[in-house]
């Protein structure tokens, strides 16, 4: 536990990134998710872009693992959106 609420586990969390990815582009596809140095409730979840076409091919998110499945699903949604919008400009 962290903070009184439980951390969801790394697999849950590469679940939930991949459900999050998938409903934001069919190309998104989560390849793996590190600890931050020292461990805690920080995670960073590595997405690869299939069908890429210019370089950056992978997006890197940092996301805390002390929350609700949902509020995880939105942020990861929410950071994926930021991506592929700054990638398009």
Do not use: W
């Amino acid at each position: 536990m962290f903070g009184g609420m439980a951390l969801l586990n790394v697999a849950d969390v590469s679940r939930i990134a991949g459900e999050a990815a998938r409903q934001e582009s069919s190309d998104l596809r989560v390849t793996g998710v590190t600890f931050s140095a020292g461990g805690g409730d920080y995670v960073e979840v590595l997405i690869v872009v299939d069908r890429c076409h210019a370089a950056p091919c992978q997006i890197t998110l940092g996301v805390f693992r002390s929350v609700s499945e949902d509020e995880l699903r939105s942020e990861i949604a929410t950071q994926v959106r930021r991506h592929v919008r700054q990638d398009k400009n």
